[in-house]
C-alpha cells in the first residue's frame, strides 16, 4: 500500500517550452503533497507544499509562476515547469501524506521525474 | 534554524562489516527524525523514524539507529554490510514549527566493497 507514482519518469525538453510533471497516489488519497527537487549529488530541497483544492504554498527563493503546482484531487498533483531553461534540469520528486493520516510527518516518495533542458 | 548534518559525503564499508552513517541535527527542541534510502534514479524509502518512546529504532533491511538527545544525534548502524546495501542515504528532522514538513540533511553516499 501507500504507493505514489509520477509520469514521466524522465523528460527532455528545448529551453523555453513548458513540461508538466504527474505525481499520484495510486491506493490513498492525499490531502497534502509535496514537491522537491535535488541537484545532481545533491540533497532534496522542498519547493512546495499543495493541500487539494487551494493554493500552494511556495518555499523561500522558489518562483511561483515558473513552477506552477495544480493539487486538482485527491490523487494528483501537477507540476509544471513554464519557460524552462537548462538551469531546471533536475530531479523533481513529490511526496503525498494520506488524507486522514494523524501523523503529520507521514508521506511516501513517488520515483522521481528526471528533467534534462537542452 | 533547524539543520541536519551528516559526517562524511562518501563512506565506503567492506562487505560483512558495520556500517555507521552519522546524522546530528540542531533544533529548539528534540524534532522527529528520519533515515532515508535513495538507490540511482529512484524516489526514497523510509528506512526507520523516532518519534517518542523508545530511543534504539529498528528499521528496514537490518538497520537500526538510537537517538541521543544530550548529543543530538541519531546515528544509522547496520551490523554486516551488504553488496545491496549500496545507495545514498539522507537523515531528516520534521520541522518543529508544523511538524509536516522535512528537512533533509546533505546526504552520505555509501559503498560496498566486496
Known amino acids: 500500500g501507500a504507493v505514489v507514482s509520477q509520469h514521466p519518469s524522465w523528460v527532455i525538453c528545448k529551453s523555453g517550452t513548458s513540461v508538466k510533471i504527474e505525481c499520484r497516489s495510486l491506493?490513498?488519497?492525499?490531502?497534502?503533497m509535496f514537491w522537491y527537487r535535488q541537484f545532481p549529488k545533491q540533497s532534496l530541497m522542498l519547493m512546495a507544499t499543495?493541500?487539494?483544492?487551494?493554493?500552494?504554498?511556495?518555499e523561500q527563493g522558489v518562483e511561483k509562476d515558473k513552477f506552477l503546482i495544480n493539487h486538482a484531487s485527491l490523487t494528483l498533483s501537477t507540476l509544471t515547469v513554464t519557460s524552462a531553461h537548462p538551469e531546471d534540469s533536475s530531479f523533481y520528486i513529490c511526496?503525498?501524506?494520506?488524507?486522514?493520516?494523524?501523523?503529520?510527518?507521514?508521506?511516501?516518495f513517488g520515483p522521481g521525474t528526471r528533467l534534462t533542458v537542452t | 534554524a533547524q539543520s541536519v548534518t551528516q559526517l562524511g559525503s562518501h563512506v565506503s564499508v567492506s562487505e560483512g562489516a558495520l556500517v555507521l552513517l552519522r546524522c546530528n541535527y540542531s533544533?529548539?527542541?528534540?524534532?522527529?527524525l528520519f533515515w532515508y534510502v535513495q538507490y540511482p534514479n529512484q524516489g526514497l524509502q523510509l528506512l526507520l523514524k523516532?518519534?517518542?518512546?523508545?530511543?534504539l529504532v529498528k528499521g528496514i533491511n537490518g538497520f537500526e539507529a538510537e537517538f541521543k538527545k544530550s548529543e543530538t544525534s541519531f546515528h544509522l548502524t547496520k551490523p554486516s554490510a551488504h553488496m545491496s546495501d549500496a545507495a545514498e542515504y539522507f537523515c531528516?528532522?520534521?520541522?518543529?514549527?508544523?511538524?509536516?514538513?522535512?528537512?533533509f540533511g546533505p546526504g552520505t553516499s555509501l559503498s560496498v566493497i566486496p
Open positions: 511526496s503525498a501524506r494520506p488524507k486522514g493520516g494523524v501523523k503529520l510527518y507521514e508521506q511516501y
Open positions: 491506493d490513498f488519497q492525499a490531502t497534502t
Open positions: 499543495s493541500n487539494e483544492g487551494s493554493k500552494a504554498t511556495y
Open positions: 533544533s529548539s527542541v528534540p524534532p522527529y
Open positions: 523516532y518519534t517518542t518512546g523508545a530511543t
Open positions: 531528516a528532522v520534521s520541522d518543529v514549527t508544523s511538524y509536516d514538513k522535512v528537512i
